[in-house]
């Protein structure tokens, strides 16, 4: 399968998280490589904002879709999965990239810690809800966004909630571990079946990101912000892990600057991953569910 790939040109990419940032640079570049893009929005405003870039740099043949949701809502997750699997007949490549980080702890409408909610949960049910459109389509990728923020984290399976001891980056940190352990339980999970998983690190990038946390953050990002890289050099290894039929071959892994790379040694551990996708399982009712 992995002779196969030839690039996204003519395929269907889903991608969250693409109205700014990293993600809103990734779109743009996929588009002018000629994919028939999905985007996953929340805001109306911004999604016609980022389709009136996405569509200017677009090739000709490309395809440019927007699709709405609440990924902090697993009830809007599904939604979402459920639109997919009846618009399109394939799915080549989706693209976890919508992210988020919060200064105080906050519940979604779920119950559960926000930043859990959005970094990992809803990356995780929308990944198994699209799983088998994603096998059908073979070969196909699945690619989420990380961070070397996991180096010191550790899953926090005794305050699963962060009930006890939340502080913002720490928990932002913890999710990022679980995306890096997720990805490699669904690699393992996905051996032999045309489809591939990896995440990456797009290194430390000058976007809006964290700048929604009061004034410290917002004048810490501002200081650093000399040193920090574009959106669009953040997304290369976003777009090479979408696009090149170099990692055809790559399964589960964590990848920075186009380049595979060794995790912290709690984002290797097997026990804890599979851990993990069990307690993913019933925080998001997938245990129940028919799923792979």
């Avoid at 339980?185 to 045309?194: D, I």
Wanted: proline share 4%.
């Amino acid at each position: 399968m992995a002779q196969e790939w030839s690039g996204v040109a003519g395929k269907r990419v889903l991608l969250t998280g693409a109205t700014g940032g990293i993600g809103l640079a990734a779109a743009e570049a996929l588009a002018a490589r000629g994919a028939q893009l999905s985007i996953v929005a929340r805001s109306p405003e911004r999604a016609e904002q980022a389709l009136t870039r996405i569509r200017g740099s677009a090739r000709a043949d490309a395809g440019v879709d927007v699709l709405f949701a609440d990924l902090s809502s697993e009830e809007s997750v599904r939604r979402l999965a459920g639109e997919v699997l009846e618009r399109y007949d394939a799915l080549d490549v989706l693209v976890n990239n919508a992210g988020a980080v919060y200064r105080s702890r906050q519940l979604s409408v779920d119950g559960i810690e926000l930043t859990w909610a959005v970094n990992h949960l809803a990356p995780f049910l929308l990944t198994n809800l699209l799983l088998e459109r994603l096998r059908a389509s073979a070969p196909a990728r699945v690619v989420t966004t990380s961070s070397m923020a996991h180096q010191g984290a550790q899953l926090p399976f005794g305050d699963v909630n962060a009930e006890r001891s939340y502080r913002g980056m720490r928990r932002y940190g913890e999710t990022k571990l679980a995306n890096i352990l997720f990805t490699a339980e669904l690699g393992r999970r996905l051996e032999g079946s045309g489809v591939t998983a990896n995440c990456f690190h797009p290194g430390f990038v000058a976007t809006g990101f964290n700048r929604n946390n009061g004034r410290v953050m917002r004048a810490a990002m501002t200081l650093l912000r000399p040193l920090s890289r574009s959106p669009e050099k953040g997304a290369r290894t976003l777009v090479w892990l979408a696009d090149s039929p170099e990692v055809a071959g790559e399964q589960g892994g964590y990848f920075v600057d186009q380049r595979r790379k060794v995790p912290s040694a709690a984002a290797q551990d097997p026990v804890a991953a599979g851990l993990l996708w069990d307690l993913s399982e019933r925080q998001t009712g997938l245990s129940a569910d028919s799923t792979p």
